[in-house]
């Protein structure tokens, strides 16, 4: 199990001369430089800080958690000590416990929501590298079943109020800890394609907020049906502890709410 932990992490860092050789050994595609691109920087960021942080950015005082777990083991802390690739080859020279802590506090926390959405939109080379990483993932053994400190200390849930001018909203909504969903690129996509709106190119928080000022009300209904499609995301995992999969359903359910209700009050006063 280790060995494999170690390569699927290697996987997960950009294409090297070592490639070939160890997606051949454990059986996925070989992953282009473009493809890992595609999902590392403009799709899913492989940093545990980005979904259950405050902000949903990378960085900041999650990452700095993740950074105090290798401290305490006594390690060196590494540049980026919440990305995926570091933490699963952490989880490789870790055993008993010390792994059963690592996963359980800062892999899954976030990692199974993200590896959902993966199997949904990540370059098929990652699909197959996803199903993996979650079968080996469930091979270490059964989480314990408490919410991780990171979700503990999570951020409220994510509302909608009169006062809310559109870059808040925006700002908020691709917060994961928040929302309990996790939208990528594609996921504006379909809604445009779905609602016959334009899509501006660029980050998501700019395509979002185009979206939102084109037809919010169609977008506010839309947006809380993906939140629903993706609660029964989370009800169905089972890889995460059960009070984790409960965490994150139910707030990806309260977002559908109060995005349903701030669609019926924008139809309501036009």
Known sequence: MSELLRALGALIEEP????????????????????????????????????????GMVGGEAAARVAGFWRALGLAVPHEPDHLAALLGLAA???????????????????????ARAVE?????????????????????????????????????????????????VRRLLVPAATGVILVRDDLRRAADDLALGLRHGERRYALRALLGQAPAPVFGWLAAECDRQAALHD???????????????????????????????EAIR
């Open 16 to 55: 090297s001369e070592a490639t070939p050789a160890i997606a051949g050994a454990v059986g996925i595609p070989v992953p282009t430089r473009a493809e890992h691109a595609t999902l590392t920087l403009f799709t899913l960021y492989p940093q545990a800080s980005a979904y259950v942080g405050a902000d």
């Open 93 to 115: 020279v870790l055993d008993g416990h010390a792994r059963r802590a690592l996963l359980d506090e800062h892999v899954l926390a976030w990692l199974p929501a993200w590896l």
């Open 121 to 169: 939109v990540a370059p098929a080379p990652y699909v197959a590298w996803a199903r993996l990483l979650g079968e080996a993932l469930a091979a270490c053994g059964p989480p314990v079943d408490v919410l991780p400190v990171a979700l503990r200390e999570a951020p409220p849930p994510f509302t909608v109020s009169a006062s809310d001018d559109a870059e808040t909203l």
């Open 236 to 266: 169905a995992d089972e890889l995460a502890a059960a009070a984790v999969r409960r965490l994150w359903a139910g707030r990806a359910r309260a977002t559908a709410t109060a995005l349903g209700d701030a669609a019926r009050l924008v």
